[in-house]
């Protein structure tokens, strides 16, 4: 995903596309002697292109060349351009995009990239709706392989999304889970003050109801206003690392192999911001994944 309109990435943003960048080499080279059609997925593929407030803060040298113009200089490389320069190529390169501009910028690449052009092909829709085409039952995926890139604005991801990916049984899913930024936000100290649309917006990424049933406790801590026998209700005991262990575990129910930990990104602060997780329907994919995460930098834990 690029958030160069109306968003900056950081660090953990240089982070994150490396382990991309990192799995698809591997994976390229992984199906370059195997007869499988192949494809990269990019869901929120964004413009290409992902911004950065601070470029002095950013190492220089991380990816390709930026690009020339001093007025884009805040510029570097998403993960579709990141997925256009893997050598050996994927057989298609799928980039998703519901914001008609951002659709327009992606067009762009087929000209930067004019050796891929005829191998790009840009949906302009919703990305639950494409991947749920794409992923339709119907659809045979015996002799096809793809990587899907799952870097959401927030949470648009619908679980049924998921569910849809694990079933093909040959989608390897990299997917960039809203835990501080998403989740955690949403979870009030009482769940009785989470708005319907947001308690919906929860369950719908899950899965399931039973979040609340993980995330809160009932209550033993009666003040001195409280009656004896008052139902004090129930109280938060959400934590990052809970909510990502839920997820994992709901994560395994769709897919047959799961990286057991992911990859948490942290802001400056070491505050979580999100849980790159990735699933696959070959054990390999996980090993050679569970590699590139141990990797680690300041950015993570």
């Given at each position: 995903?690029?958030?160069?309109?109306?968003?900056?990435?950081?660090?953990?943003?240089?982070?994150?596309?490396?382990?991309?960048?990192?799995?698809?080499?591997?994976?390229?080279?992984?199906?370059?002697?195997?007869?499988?059609?192949?494809?990269?997925?990019?869901?929120?593929?964004?413009?290409?292109?992902?911004?950065?407030?601070?470029?002095?803060?950013?190492?220089?040298?991380?990816?390709?060349?930026?690009?020339?113009?001093?007025?884009?200089?805040?510029?570097?490389?998403?993960?579709?351009?990141?997925?256009?320069?893997?050598?050996?190529?994927?057989?298609?390169?799928?980039?998703?995009?519901?914001?008609?501009?951002?659709?327009?910028?992606?067009?762009?690449?087929?000209?930067?990239?004019?050796?891929?052009?005829a191998s790009i092909k840009i949906e302009v829709g919703?990305?639950?709706?494409?991947?749920?085409?794409?992923?339709?039952?119907?659809?045979?995926?015996?002799?096809?392989?793809?990587?899907?890139?799952l870097d959401p604005y927030g949470m648009q991801v619908?679980?049924?999304?998921?569910?849809?990916?694990?079933?093909?049984?040959?989608?390897?899913?990299?997917?960039?889970?809203?835990?501080?930024?998403?989740?955690?936000?949403?979870?009030?100290?009482?769940?009785?003050?989470?708005?319907?649309?947001?308690?919906?917006?929860?369950?719908?990424?899950?899965?399931?109801?039973?979040?609340?049933?993980?995330?809160?406790?009932?209550?033993?801590?009666?003040?001195?206003?409280?009656?004896?026998?008052?139902?004090?209700?129930?109280?938060?005991?959400?934590?990052?690392?809970?909510?990502?262990?839920?997820?994992?575990?709901?994560?395994?129910?769709?897919?047959?192999?799961?990286?057991?930990?992911?990859?948490?990104?942290?802001?400056?602060?070491?505050?979580?911001?999100?849980?790159?997780?990735?699933?696959?329907?070959?054990?390999?994919?996980?090993?050679?994944?569970?590699?590139?995460?141990?990797?680690?930098?300041?950015?993570?834990?």
């Open positions: 995903m690029s958030n160069s309109i109306g968003g900056f990435g950081g660090r953990w943003t240089l982070d994150k596309l490396e382990c991309v960048r990192l799995y698809l080499a591997a994976y390229a080279k992984v199906m370059m002697n195997q007869n499988f059609k192949t494809a990269y997925i990019d869901a929120f593929a964004g413009t290409g292109y992902t911004r950065f407030k601070n470029e002095k803060s950013i190492p220089a040298g991380v990816f390709e060349q930026e690009m020339a113009e001093p007025e884009a200089e805040d510029f570097r490389q998403g993960s579709a351009q990141i997925a256009l320069g893997i050598e050996p190529p994927f057989g298609k390169y799928i980039f998703i995009e519901k914001d008609r501009k951002r659709a327009h910028e992606l067009e762009k690449l087929k000209e930067k990239f004019p050796q891929r052009a919703d990305a639950n709706a494409e991947l749920a085409r794409l992923c339709d039952p119907k659809m045979k995926w015996g002799g096809r392989r793809a990587v899907l890139f619908d679980w049924s999304t998921i569910e849809g990916a694990g079933r093909t049984k040959n989608i390897d899913m990299l997917f960039l889970f809203p835990l501080g930024m998403g989740v955690m936000r949403l979870l009030r100290r009482d769940p009785v003050q989470i708005p319907p649309e947001n308690a919906q917006c929860l369950t719908k990424l899950f899965g399931t109801p039973d979040w609340q049933k993980e995330f809160y406790v009932d209550n033993d801590q009666p003040s001195i206003f409280d009656d004896p026998g008052t139902d004090l209700g129930r109280v938060k005991a959400a934590t990052p690392e809970k909510v990502a262990n839920f997820w994992l575990k709901r994560l395994g129910d769709a897919f047959e192999h799961v990286s057991p930990k992911g990859r948490v990104l942290c802001n400056s602060k070491n505050s979580p911001l999100y849980l790159l997780c990735f699933a696959a329907g070959n054990p390999k994919g996980v090993t050679i994944m569970n590699s590139i995460f141990k990797k680690s930098t300041n950015t993570t834990r």
